[in-house]
């Protein structure tokens, strides 16, 4: 077994600097609606929207990545985000997430997270066996008590903020760095999508 450092590293969109003053709205809202120990709340300038994580990964393991991403974001062009409705993971009634849902008028983020996943499927861990659906994840939950449900219910049923538009022109490589205090990520890379709408959507796992 090899006994190289592997850092913990994912591919995500990084919310806009904008989002943010209305993310501390909107989770202000949501804790004083539930107000549960077993709700652990993400920080507002840490809301990401991930595409793939690896896991552990070794230096040159990330250089691959690195290429591999600048492949893709040749072959995709720029897109728009706006806030959708809240929700949680997998169930109201067994809940494990709770999230802000995220709406396309193209089908341009569904492509690139597939697009991403057929060309790093031999990296890290392996992708997700799931549907893709676009989301923010809010707080993370431990197990509920019988209140948890119903409280849960009612707080999704809250108005989402307005949210401005978000113009998505990049993703990005992210060093995860564990702590007793929590998660704090590093930026490795930034990848530029195409600014031209004509680009090609069809990434293929030959891209080069």
């Known amino acids: 077994m090899s006994d190289e450092r592997k850092v913990r590293c994912f591919l995500a969109l990084s919310c806009p600097g904008e989002w943010q003053?209305?993310?501390?709205e909107l989770l202000h809202s949501l804790k004083e609606k539930l107000p549960l120990s077993c709700f652990k709340w993400v920080r507002a300038e840490q809301i990401h929207l991930t595409l793939r994580f690896f896991g552990?990964?070794?230096?040159?393991?990330?250089?691959?990545?690195?290429?591999?991403?600048?492949?893709?974001?040749?072959?995709?062009?720029?897109?728009?985000?706006d806030a959708a409705q809240l929700g949680c993971f997998p169930t109201i009634r067994k809940p494990r997430v709770l999230w802000l849902g995220l709406k396309e008028s193209t089908s341009v983020l569904p492509d690139l997270h597939r697009a991403i996943a057929i060309q790093t499927a031999s990296i890290?861990?392996?992708?997700?066996?799931?549907?893709?659906?676009?989301h923010l994840t809010l707080a993370r939950i431990k197990e509920v008590d019988r209140s948890g449900p119903q409280a849960?219910?009612?707080?999704?049923?809250?108005?989402?903020?307005?949210f401005p538009r978000w113009h998505v022109k990049e993703f990005h490589i992210l060093q995860s760095n564990l702590s007793p205090t929590g998660a704090s990520y590093t930026d490795l890379q930034i990848t530029p999508l195409a600014l031209?709408?004509?680009?090609?959507?069809?990434a293929s796992p030959t891209c080069d």
């Open 56 to 81: 552990g990964i070794t230096a040159s393991e990330l250089a691959q990545i690195g290429h591999i991403a600048n492949s893709i974001g040749r072959h995709f062009p720029s897109f728009d985000l």
């Open 152 to 162: 849960i219910e009612q707080a999704l049923r809250i108005p989402v903020p307005s």
């Open 21 to 24: 003053r209305v993310f501390g």
């Open 196 to 202: 031209s709408t004509s680009a090609t959507l069809e």
């Open 124 to 134: 890290g861990q392996p992708p997700e066996n799931r549907p893709f659906k676009a």
